[in-house]
């Protein structure tokens, strides 16, 4: 187990110590923390994702009105 030292707002530190009184510090503060990595993974692949998505949509075929148009009445009675 990692020991780890940071520097907070005096206002924070009472704050946190004021609503996590009755709980383990360090358990609270090991689950924020994964949530922190978690956060940060999830926003990690959305943004590849999103990357991704407009770069095939840039090598995608731009689709005309008047194609579109073409293509409703295609079939029609």
Same mark, same amino acid.
């Given at each position: +187990?990692?020991? #780890? %030292?940071?520097?907070?707002?005096?206002? /924070?530190?009472?704050a946190?110590?004021? *609503?996590? $009184?009755?709980? %383990?510090?360090? &358990?609270?503060?090991?689950?924020? +923390?994964?949530? =922190? #990595?978690?956060? !940060?993974?999830r926003r $990690?692949?959305?943004?590849? *994702? *999103?990357?991704?998505l407009? =770069?095939? $949509?840039?090598?995608? @075929?731009? *689709?005309?009105d008047? &194609? /579109? !148009?073409? &293509? @409703? @009445?295609?079939?029609?009675?």
């Open positions: +187990m990692a020991t #780890v %030292n940071f520097s907070v707002p005096s206002d /924070v530190k009472d946190f110590d004021k *609503v996590f $009184r009755r709980q %383990n510090k360090s &358990a609270v503060l090991t689950e924020l +923390m994964r949530q =922190a #990595v978690d956060e !940060r993974q $990690r692949r959305r943004t590849r *994702v *999103v990357e991704k407009l =770069a095939l $949509r840039k090598r995608s @075929r731009q *689709v005309t008047k &194609a /579109v !148009r073409v &293509a @409703r @009445r295609h079939g029609r009675p």
